[in-house]
Every structure is written in C-alpha cells, then in structure tokens.
T-cell receptor
Framework: AQSVAQPEDQVNVAEGNPLTVKCTYSVSGNPYLFWYVQYPNRGLQFLLKYITGDNLVKGSYGFEAEFNKSQTSFHLKKPSALVSDSALYFCAVVNAGNNRKLIWGLGTSLAVNP | DAGITQSPRHKVTETGTPVTLRCHQTENHRYMYWYRQDPGHGLRLIHYSYGVKDTDKGEVSDGYSVSRSKTEDFLLTLESATSSQTSVYFC????????????FGPGTRLTVL
C-alpha cells in the first residue's frame, strides 16, 4: 500500500537551533513529494516540492528538504528556527497509480520555544 | 491564499439539515478539491473535479455530493448533515492533478449539532 508517515506528532526546538521534521514514504515508481505548513486557523500553504533533479530542495521561509531515495525519506529542515515557525507541517506524496491524487501524512506540530 | 475563497467561513447547523459550502477561485485552474481535516486523521479527500461537470469521488465521499457548473466554482453539499460531519473543510486548486502544487483556501469550520 502506498503511504506517507510522519513519525513524530510533535517536535520541540529552541529558537535559533536547527530543526528537522521527518517524513518517510512508500509509493510505487518515482515519488513526487511535497511539504505544506498550516498556521493556526489558516489553510495549508505550500513550502516546497521534489519532482526530480537535485536531492536538496529549497523552499519558502528558509526551509529546505532532502530527498533520500535509499531511505525513502523527505525530511524538512531549517538551519535556525524562529518562534514564528511554530505550526503544523504536512508531508504529501503523489500516488502515481491512483489518479495522481496526493497521499497526506497526518502532520507534525512544531513548537519553537523562545 | 492564491485567489481562493470559501463561504461561509463558519457554520453551525442541526442534524438532518442540508448544507452547501462554496469554493470560488480566480486562478482559472482546472482541478478543484474538497478535503476535510480532523484531529488524528490529517487531510482526507472528499471529492475532486477535473473540469466543468467532471467530478470524482475521494476516500471519504459518503454523505457528500459536489457540483461544478463553472470553472471558478465548486460546491460541496451535505444532503442531510450528521454530527460525524463536524469538521474543517478545505478547498484546494491545482493546474494539473497530483504532480502540480495544490493551493488551499482558508477553510470552513462546520459544526453539526
């Protein structure tokens, strides 16, 4: 079965420290991977995506993600966390075999402490 | 929010009443989606549309219907609302399904009493 896993429900990090939000996937064929962020009482906002090419993808607000095919992972990273980064983060992957609909992770709540 | 509006933004209704949520886009994107978001379940696709009058079911379509008579509008109808349909509903759009980025509206918080 094709799936996305975000193994941590919550991540806590101190402001100024690097942050990582983890995502692993299981799909047939080549994956197309996405990260979205949701601030309180808002809709989801696109951060970045991996389609092909360079394994390190840079996105909005200083975030980046590294595609690792051998580990089937697409972890979201930022070198120095801000309190304003506190939000809910979702990883998603395209299910190429099923009308190309996105498969969503359950989300990881990131709390950046001052 | 990428030219996407949802109405109403909040609604409280009673069990058994019909409810229609509207999604309106100004981006002229071909694909439109309705999701619901619930704690512990993440985002779940209800229905989607790949063109005017072309719609298909998602993973949680029971109890919901949709219509798309114009490119810019995608309506979600709960024919007879139930308490299990209390949720936050998000509309999304994309130019190309799956491989392209989806852009989300601000959401509608629906409470069914």
């Amino acid at each position: 079965a094709q799936s996305v896993a975000q193994p941590e429900d919550q991540v806590n990090v101190a402001e100024g420290n690097p942050l990582t939000v983890k995502c692993t996937y299981s799909v047939s064929g080549n994956p197309y991977l996405f990260w979205y962020v949701q601030y309180p009482n808002r809709g989801l906002q696109f951060l970045l995506k991996y389609i092909t090419g360079d394994n390190l993808v840079k996105g909005s607000y200083g975030f980046e993600a590294e595609f690792n095919k051998s580990q089937t992972s697409f972890h979201l990273k930022k070198p120095s966390a801000l309190v304003s980064d506190s939000a809910l983060y979702f990883c998603a992957v395209v299910n190429a075999g099923n009308n190309r609909k996105l498969i969503w992770g359950l989300g990881t709540s990131l709390a950046v402490n001052p | 929010d990428a030219g996407i509006t949802q109405s109403p933004r909040h609604k409280v209704t009673e069990t058994g009443t019909p409810v229609t949520l509207r999604c309106h886009q100004t981006e002229n994107h071909r694909y439109m989606y309705w999701y619901r978001q619930d704690p512990g379940h993440g985002l779940r696709l209800i229905h989607y549309s790949y063109g005017v009058k072309d719609t298909d079911k998602g993973e949680v379509s029971d109890g919901y219907s949709v219509s798309r008579s114009k490119t810019e509008d995608f309506l979600l109808t709960l024919e007879s609302a139930t308490s299990s349909q209390t949720s936050v509903y998000f509309c999304a759009i994309s130019e190309i399904t799956g491989y392209d980025t989806q852009y989300f509206g601000p959401g509608t918080r629906l409470t069914v009493l």
